[in-house]
């Protein structure tokens, strides 16, 4: 059991940056694998990254490798995205997930935020 809420969208020109926060409550944060999601309207659910349970492995979908960084800091139970570069194309609802196992299908994870939205704009 836990709940996932999401920050830090917003409006940003194309080659800015913006960090997403994820903050989680209602049982142990370091349990989880997460997961940062996106979706664009009439697209399926995208993967974006994920960060390991603790130890901080990472892992990226191609289309944002290099630009986007995945954190988490245990102490306050928050996960981070950190988007550089932002392109056009990037423009989505991000979705902060959380999973025991993670993975990049978004059926893997158990619990999900609201989301929060990107918009780059060119």
């Known amino acids: 059991q836990a709940q996932l809420v999401e920050s830090g969208g917003g409006l940003v020109q194309a080659g800015g940056s913006l960090r997403l926060s994820c903050a989680a409550s209602g049982r142990t944060f370091d349990s989880f694998r997460m997961g940062w999601f996106r979706q664009a309207p009439g697209k399926e659910r995208e993967f974006v990254g994920a960060?390991?349970?603790?130890?901080?492995?990472?892992y990226y979908a191609d289309s944002v490798k290099g630009r986007f960084t995945i954190s988490r800091d245990n102490a306050k139970s928050t996960v981070y995205l950190q988007m550089s570069n932002l392109k056009p194309e990037d423009t989505a609802r991000y979705y902060c997930?959380?999973?025991?196992?993670?993975?990049?299908?978004?059926?893997?994870?158990?619990?999900w935020g609201q989301g929060t939205q990107v918009t780059v704009s060119s």
């Open positions: 960060i390991a349970r603790s130890a901080g492995t990472t």
């Open positions: 997930a959380a999973g025991i196992f993670g993975g990049t299908a978004p059926s893997n994870y158990y619990y």
